[in-house]
């Protein structure tokens, strides 16, 4: 599957950000849906991920109650609402697939990414 990140830009400390991710192929409702991000000079860090049906998800506690993410297998998108964001959310953000039917969180689960898009917070 390919995948292609939009949605990021900059934006002040407590604004509202929806990053997109459009994924080419007929079996995208077959996989589990993740986005990770990437701070300059920091480990790549996964921030949520989505089951096939959309009713299960999983968040990094530093996002929790802030980001939410969904899926729309009609369109073959899955989406990150990113709501109340801080400084320390500033980083390149990558969404990726895996065929598996769930993960821990891990980046080498997900054999797919996308190309990642630029979310800048400023104070």
């Known amino acids: 599957v390919q995948l292609q990140a939009s949605g990021g830009g900059l934006v002040q400390a407590g604004g509202s950000l929806r990053l997109s991710c459009a994924a080419s192929?007929?079996?995208?409702?077959?996989?589990?849906m993740g986005w990770f991000r990437q701070a300059p000079g920091k480990e790549r860090e996964f921030v949520a991920q989505i089951a096939w049906s959309g009713g299960v998800t999983k968040y990094a506690d530093s996002v929790k109650g802030r980001f939410t993410i969904s899926r729309d297998n009609a369109k073959n998108t899955v989406y990150l609402q990113m709501n109340s964001l801080k400084p320390e959310d500033t980083a390149v953000y990558y969404c990726?697939?895996?065929?598996?039917?769930?993960?821990?969180?891990?980046?080498?689960?997900?054999?797919?990414w996308g190309q990642g898009t630029q979310v800048t917070v400023s104070s």
């Open positions: 192929g007929r079996t995208f409702n077959r996989y589990l």
């Open positions: 990726a697939a895996s065929g598996s039917r769930w993960s821990s969180g891990t980046a080498s689960d997900f054999g797919s």
